[in-house]
């Protein structure tokens, strides 16, 4: 840098360090109680998991055990009922087995669509709310 | 949680700063309310922390400053793309800068203090985020690059076109 962008540097830098603080709008501290007291009110399912009501924890794991355990151990026919009679075999050769993904596709959906609802009406809700 | 009345004092005892660090980062009181209210509320969310933290300011100006830069962010593509389209045939950056802080002069019918500061908001994104990072938040050259993501060359260019549209504001006394 030259002597004078230095000078400059030191100029400017002293102008503004004389300038008060900007005045802050009356607004900001409603504002700011008013989002804290929307965050404070959010509805639990927009909260960390732990932070949900028990039965809504418990609700919540049975599927998603269910889940994982189908996804590591999909059951294999029963030996019993596939040794009873041949028909039942072949139903479940047939018919329940080839449609197991699937509907374990169905159930992952499903879920999916609950979560995305629910994120859509807490969005428009709050929104709204956030409006008024 | 029960700490809406405590946190009102604490906001009380901030907003100053918050606010000032906010506007002159983002040039504009709109956005700068936005910002200083989603710094208020995520050091509600951390309140426990912060009560009696003797670091809560250096906090809340390090989180404002960050809500702020990534309030910009999604401008700043945009940002470097025009600082850097500078050509010889383009109209002369200086002229372009030279009018703004003249429109930021006539349309102030304040004192001089009044008239820098409004200068100072209408100088472009790319000159008033380096330059209040270094006047007003104290951050080095090497720290505004990295913090900006851009060379340190261009951080110094930057801040020394935007101290030369606010040097025809600077009085007699400031020179001293």
Not at chain 1, 69 to 76: G, K, N, R, T
Not at chain 1, 97 to 106: G, K, R, T, V
Not at chain 2, 139 to 159: E, N, P
Request: glycine residues 2%; hydrophobic residues 45%.
């Amino acid at each position: 840098m030259t002597p004078t962008d230095d000078d400059l540097e030191a100029r400017v830098d002293r102008a503004l360090r004389r300038l008060p603080q900007p005045h802050t709008p009356p607004t900001l501290l409603p504002r700011v109680m008013a989002a804290v007291d929307a965050w404070q009110h959010r509805p639990w399912y927009t909260r960390a998991w732990f932070a949900w009501p028990l039965a809504w924890r418990v609700i919540s794991i049975v599927p998603c055990a269910l889940l994982v355990y189908f996804a590591w151990h999909v059951p294999p026919p029963p030996a019993q009922v596939v040794a009873a009679t041949s028909a039942t075999r072949v139903l479940w050769d047939l018919v329940i087995a080839p449609l197991l993904p699937y509907l374990l596709a169905i159930v992952l959906l499903m879920g999916l669509a609950c979560v995305v609802f629910g994120l859509a009406l807490n969005y428009v809700l709050l929104e709204r709310a956030e409006q008024r | 949680m029960t700490n809406a009345e405590p946190f009102e004092a604490f906001v009380r005892r901030y907003q100053d700063m918050v606010f000032a660090t906010a506007v002159r980062l983002l040039g504009n009181p709109a956005d700068a309310e936005d910002a200083a209210q989603t710094t208020f509320l995520r050091a509600f969310q951390h309140y426990a922390q912060l009560a009696a933290s003797p670091s809560a300011g250096a906090w809340l100006k390090t989180t404002v400053r960050n809500v702020c830069l990534n309030h910009l962010t999604r401008y700043r593509a945009r940002w470097r793309l025009f600082s850097e389209l500078e050509t010889g045939e383009t109209p002369r950056y200086e002229d372009v800068l030279e009018s703004r802080v003249s429109r930021a002069l006539e349309t102030e019918h304040a004192d001089g203090v009044e008239q820098l500061e409004h200068a100072v908001r209408s100088l472009p994104d790319h000159q008033r985020i380096p330059l209040v990072l270094f006047h007003f938040e104290e951050l080095s050259y090497d720290d505004i690059a990295r913090t900006l993501r851009v060379s340190l060359g261009k951080v110094k260019t930057d801040i020394h076109r935007g101290r030369e549209a606010l040097r025809r504001l600077l009085t007699e006394d400031d020179a001293d």
